[in-house]
């Protein structure tokens, strides 16, 4: 008998992996092949990051550090800022990733954008900071899910529960290993997954604010946007702008679609678009979470000394007065914060996997494998876990520790996005050739790089000041994370001229131009 014809639209699919000519020929420009399966589409690309950054629930999980630094006042205006902010950062992104959507993300652009003669080092530097930034990221969000349990378990148990920091740290485990499974067995179906949570993303809001809003006594408008808590720096601002970063980490990470670009359909048009999606509608409503707890905290000395660690289970229950309601309206929290990270992990291995597929990591060969029979590049996945779960392992000798490690999150990624638009600018001002881009920001585009730039810039270092001045100060309450990042970057600068200078070329040595 005749050999069975393969149908046209079967073959043009194991060709494009789902995917279209212009995705076909963006890879090709950028010297890469297709091997990821192209799931995502505007809408569920959309909910992916729009998840991941789990914008008011994250938000009121770092409630203590805006409370403490800035109070109500400073809440409310450092996220207006921080959302204007990261509004300038992910216009610049989005350009950029249309130009070039490759899963490399900034260490791919910052090797095509940068001038040559820095285009292989600052590469890999940018490379090194975001598997970092990622990594500890990823490690951030079990910590608040395993950790909101443990207050559950404090607030439904005040006699018999002792708190135990390593009773968080399994639970931070067991998030994570729910993360990986998902991402190893469910990976192919993620994309259709984050649409059904998205609707979980967008209605939990309701169900959580709406008691609130009814039930909850009401602080004054004087005190919810006047009223700013200085814990003796002797300047409000300064406060405020060190609480900023509880407002910094729940919008962070709207970059994510990007590290997926690979498995997104029509991903030079798509992949800009759901990115500021996602940054207007956690915008939004994260700043709609901030005004409601800034009239809703009540009393602020018993909300930051709660013996459950989160101040919003302590407002859930004052609201409420029942114990139901507050674990109905906190497990919404824990779901949502257990699916965000299910979403970072999946861009923090894809970050890893395309590192090393640029030869940018040890064992890169291992590391860059994609399994045939799941289509997901299992062996970044597994050293993900690995990663992050040794991390968490430093909440058991120290919480402070481990919130010092994690606050390095926004110091290292700041960088990684600064660098690459950094890049773009000098391209723009030495008026360099810039690539097609369907996301073009047109004469727009200097003065919204140079604002986010001089944004992250502010960011970057008030992210690694203490969260009290002297004397109140002590060693266990210093944020170390500035020592992290100084030790990391001096590691990664050894790395390199010992190994990576002879292996890692860059991204750009593969990029060929098309007729």
């Known amino acids: ?36 399966q192209r799931n995502f589409r505007l809408v569920t690309m959309f909910g992916f990051s729009a998840i991941l950054m789990c914008s008011w629930e994250s938000l009121l999980s770092t409630l203590s550090i805006a409370l ?44 095509e954008f940068s001038p040559r003669k820095y285009q292989r080092s600052l590469s890999y530097i ?68 984050e649409g059904c949570i998205l609707i979980v993303h967008i209605y939990g809001i309701f169900c959580v604010l709406v008691p609130l809003w009814v039930l909850s006594p009401r602080t004054t408008s004087d005190f919810a946007w006047t009223t700013f808590q200085d814990p003796g720096w002797n300047s409000p601002g300064v406060s405020a702008l060190i609480g900023m970063q509880a407002c910094v980490v729940p919008l962070l990470g709207a970059d994510a679609s990007v590290h997926m670009s690979e498995e997104l359909k029509d991903a030079a048009y798509t992949l800009p678009r759901s990115m500021m999606w996602a940054l207007f509608f956690n915008g939004a409503a994260g ?31 004052n609201s409420t007065q029942s114990l139901a309601a507050t674990n109905t309206m906190t497990a919404i929290i824990v779901f949502m914060d257990a699916f965000s990270a299910v ?12 590192f090393a597929r640029d030869n940018g990591t040890p064992y890169a060969g291992w590391l860059s494998a994609v399994s045939p029979r799941l289509d997901v590049p299992v062996n970044a996945v597994i050293t993900s876990l690995v990663i992050s779960s040794l991390l968490s392992l430093i909440n058991i000798g120290s919480t402070v520790a481990f919130n010092s490690l994690v606050s390095l999150t926004n110091g ?92 890692y070329v860059g991204p750009v040595e593969y990029v060929r131009k098309l007729d």
């Open 126 to 193: 940018v490379g090194w900071l975001g598997v970092l930034g990622w990594q500890a990221l990823q490690a951030s969000i079990a910590f608040q899910a395993g950790t909101i349990i443990q207050g559950l378990l404090v607030l439904n148990y005040p006699d018999t529960y002792v708190y135990e920091r390593w009773h968080g740290t399994l639970l931070v485990i067991a998030v994570l290993l729910f993360g990986a499974l998902f991402n190893i067995f469910l990976a192919t179906r993620l994309h259709l997954v």
């Open 343 to 354: 979403t970072i992990m999946a861009s923090a291995s894809r970050q890893m996997y395309a």
């Open 1 to 36: 008998m005749p050999a069975a014809v393969e149908e046209p639209d079967n073959v043009a699919y194991k060709a494009t992996r789902g995917g279209n000519a212009n995705d076909l020929r963006d890879l090709a420009r950028m010297g890469k092949t297709q091997q990821l």
């Open 68 to 111: 403490q630094n800035g109070g109500t006042a400073g809440l409310i205006w450092t996220w207006l800022i921080v959302w204007i902010g990261f509004t300038a950062v992910y216009m610049s992104m989005a350009e950029m990733g249309s130009m070039a959507p490759t899963t490399g993300g900034q260490y791919h652009w910052v090797s």
């Open 287 to 317: 700043w709609v979470t901030a005004i409601t707890a800034a009239y809703c905290i009540g009393d602020l000395t018993k909300a930051l000394e709660t013996p459950t660690g989160y101040p919003f289970i302590e407002m859930f229950y």
């Open 412 to 503: 290292v990624l700041m960088v990684s996005y600064g660098v690459c638009i950094g890049c773009f600018v000098w391209r723009r001002l030495s008026r360099q050739p810039m690539l097609p881009s369907r996301f073009n920001l047109g004469v727009l585009g200097l003065p919204v790089n140079l604002l986010a730039m001089a944004f992250l810039s502010v960011v970057f270092v008030m992210a690694f000041f203490p969260p009290t001045p002297l004397p109140n100060l002590e060693v266990s309450s210093m944020n170390w994370s500035s020592l992290v990042f100084t030790s990391v970057a001096l590691w990664g600068l050894i790395f390199y001229f010992v190994w990576a200078r002879y292996r």
